[in-house]
């Protein structure tokens, strides 16, 4: 009889045991993916604070209209991909306009012409420029644009009228 109570109370400590173990692992791995939560969040707000951007020497041309995008905060700005332009014609509605690594022509797509390379090709280094293009829907001759970097920092700018 003794060696049951002693069976018993030994597997109901390596139960107690195990479930500790489970609890603490599991309270250790949620405070783990907590912290890097956070260390990501705040890379990216720093990275955000230190990235700005400029339009200029926007000009209409037929069915496009070309404008330089300056790079005038201190972080490389390398995904342009994930770069909105947004554009309005005069209405409520805004059109966005998607990146295209080369000039189409296709209404609604914008891509770059050339870039003003000193340090890293391909990436907007700070102080630099690059050159844009984006074709709009005829018709629609636009009145105003917005570049909005991946990181959510933007610029606008009216177009002036020929």
């Given at each position: 009889m003794a060696v049951a109570e002693l069976i018993g109370a030994t597997v109901g400590v390596i139960i107690l045991v195990l479930v500790a173990y489970i609890l603490i692992g599991s309270t250790l791995s949620t405070a783990q993916t907590v912290a890097e939560a956070q260390k990501d969040l705040t890379l990216m707000d720093e990275s955000r604070l230190r990235t700005d951007i400029a339009i200029s020497n926007i000009s209409e041309n037929g069915d496009m209209f070309t404008f330089e995008i300056t790079n005038t905060g201190s972080e490389v700005i390398s995904d342009f991909t994930h770069m909105d332009i947004l554009v309005n014609n005069g209405t409520a509605d805004y059109a966005e306009y998607m990146y295209t690594k080369t000039s189409t022509g296709v209404p609604g797509t914008w891509t770059i012409d050339g870039f003003n390379q000193n340090l890293h090709p391909g990436r907007l280094?700070?102080?630099e420029k690059?050159?844009?293009?984006?074709t709009y829907y005829p018709g629609e001759a636009p009145v105003w644009i917005q570049v909005t970097t991946g990181n959510g920092v933007y610029a606008s700018a009216y177009i002036a009228s020929p």
């Open positions: 280094d700070p102080g690059i050159s844009c293009n984006a």
